[in-house]
C-alpha cells in the first residue's frame, strides 16, 4: 500500500511526462522532472522506486517507459468506471475535461434529479434520472463516484452509492461525509484552496516549513534543527568532534548538512534521506551505500565501531559519500553530533 500522497505525486507525474513526450522529449533526469513536478529529486527517485520503475536516475529516466510504468501502478489491468451525480454546472465541466481522457478510468453514467436532464447525453454520457441510480451503479458494477450536487443531497447521494457497491467517492459539495472507514473519499475543497492562496499571497507566499506532522515538535528537536540550518561544519570536522573516524572523504570541497537520521530500517532511510541528510546507523551493509547512491546521502556515520568492508568502501568512493565510524552506540554519537553543533554557536 502506498499513501494517497504518493498515488496523487503519480498521476501527476505521468501528466507532466506525457506533455513533455508531446513535446518531443525522449528522456529526463529524477531533478528535471522534480521541478516541473515541484518536489525534490530525492522524492522522484523514492517514487519511481516505489513503484518498481528500474530506469536509471544516473542515465536520465526514459519518458515512455517511465509513463508505461505509472501506468501499470495507476491503471490496474481493467478499465475503471466511473459514476457522476449531480450535472449542473460543475457537473458539465467535469464530463466535458473527461471526454476522450484517460481509457483507462471513464465516466460511464451520470445521474441528476432534474427531469430536464433526464435520457440526454452530456459529453458522450448518458445522465439517468438519481431513482435509478443505486441499481445502475450495482448493475454496472460500478466502483468510482464523483459528487457534484448542492452540499444538502450528498450524505445521502453517498449513501445509495456506497450500499451500491461503490469504494471511491470525490466529493465537490462542501460537506463533510460520514462513511464507513474503508471508503477512500477525496474532496476537492476549491474554496479552502483560494482562502490559502489568498492567505499566502497577503504573506507574500512563505509558507511555515512543515513539521513533524503535528507541528508539535519536541524543543530539543527544535533546537537541533535550528542548529543545523545555521551550522557552518564540515562533516569531516564534525567526524574530529565526535571523535569518529574518516574512511572516505566524501565530496572534494567538503559538504554541510541540514539534517540527521539515525537510523536501521532501510525503508526508514529512504524515506528520511535526502542529499543534505548525514544517516547514523548500525546497518553497515552495502545497501546503506545504495540508499545514499539513490538519495545522493552526503555522508553515512556508522556506529558502534562497525567498519565498512572493501566494497562498501569502493562504493562511498565511485559516488563521493563521506563514510564515518563512531565508536559509540546510536544514542551517544547522536547526543555527541547535538554537543558538537550547540558548541560551533557558544
Ligand atoms: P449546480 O446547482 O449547478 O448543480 C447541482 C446539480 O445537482 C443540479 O443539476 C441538481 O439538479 C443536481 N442535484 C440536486 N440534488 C440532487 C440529488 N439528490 N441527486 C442528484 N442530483 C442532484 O451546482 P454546481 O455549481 O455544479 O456545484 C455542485 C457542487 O459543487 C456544490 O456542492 C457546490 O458547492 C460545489 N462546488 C461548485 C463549484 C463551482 O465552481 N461551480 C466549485 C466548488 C464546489
Do not use: W
Not at 543534505?276 to 565501531?305: H, W, Y
Not at 559509540?328 to 554519537?333: A, D, H, L, S
Amino acid at each position: 500500500m502506498v499513501s494517497r500522497k504518493t498515488v496523487s505525486r503519480m498521476s501527476r507525474y505521468r501528466r507532466l511526462l506525457q506533455s513533455l513526450r508531446e513535446s518531443g522529449v525522449e528522456s529526463i533526469y529524477s531533478h528535471q522532472l522534480a521541478r516541473h513536478a515541484v518536489v525534490s529529486a530525492a522524492q522522484v527517485r523514492r517514487d519511481l522506486m516505489v513503484i518498481g520503475y528500474s530506469g536509471s536516475p544516473n542515465k536520465g529516466y526514459d519518458v515512455g517507459a517511465c509513463i508505461d510504468s505509472i501506468g501499470h501502478f495507476l491503471d490496474g489491468t481493467a478499465r475503471q468506471e466511473v459514476a457522476l451525480v449531480g450535472v449542473g454546472n460543475l457537473g458539465h465541466a467535469v464530463l466535458s475535461h473527461f471526454a476522450d481522457k484517460s481509457p483507462s478510468v471513464a465516466i460511464v453514467a451520470a445521474f441528476d434529479v432534474d427531469p430536464e436532464l433526464t435520457d440526454t447525453l452530456i459529453h458522450g454520457v448518458r445522465c439517468v434520472d438519481v431513482s435509478l441510480m443505486a441499481d445502475l451503479v450495482r448493475d454496472l458494477g460500478i466502483e468510482i463516484a464523483v459528487l457534484t450536487v448542492p452540499g444538502e443531497a450528498a450524505q445521502d447521494a453517498a449513501d445509495k452509492l456506497v450500499s451500491a457497491g461503490v469504494k471511491s467517492i470525490i466529493s465537490f459539495a462542501p460537506t463533510p461525509l460520514a462513511l464507513p472507514n474503508e471508503i477512500f473519499v477525496e474532496y476537492m475543497d476549491i474554496t479552502a484552496a483560494l482562502e490559502s492562496a489568498a492567505y499566502f499571497a497577503r504573506l507574500g507566499g512563505r509558507e511555515e516549513p512543515a513539521g513533524n506532522g503535528d507541528g508539535d515538535i519536541e524543543p530539543m528537536v527544535k533546537k537541533l534543527e535550528s542548529l543545523l540550518a545555521r551550522s557552518n561544519m564540515k562533516l569531516e570536522d564534525l567526524a574530529t568532534n565526535i571523535g569518529a573516524r574518516m574512511v572516505t572523504a566524501g565530496k572534494p570541497g567538503g559538504t554541510t548538512v541540514a539534517k540527521v537520521y539515525a537510523g536501521d530500517r532501510v525503508s526508514d532511510l529512504l524515506n528520511e534521506a535526502s542529499d543534505k541528510t548525514l544517516l547514523v546507523s548500525n546497518l553497515a551493509s552495502v545497501q546503506m551505500l545504495r540508499v545514499a547512491e539513490l538519495m545522493d546521502v552526503p555522508g553515512i556515520c556508522f556506529v558502534n565501531g562497525v567498519e565498512p568492508d572493501a566494497e562498501m568502501i569502493q562504493l562511498a568512493e565511485d559516488n563521493d559519500t563521506l563514510l564515518m565510524v563512531s565508536p559509540q552506540g546510536v544514542f551517544e554519537t547522536c547526543g555527541l553530533i547535538y554537543q558538537a553543533l550547540d558548541t560551533e554557536h557558544t
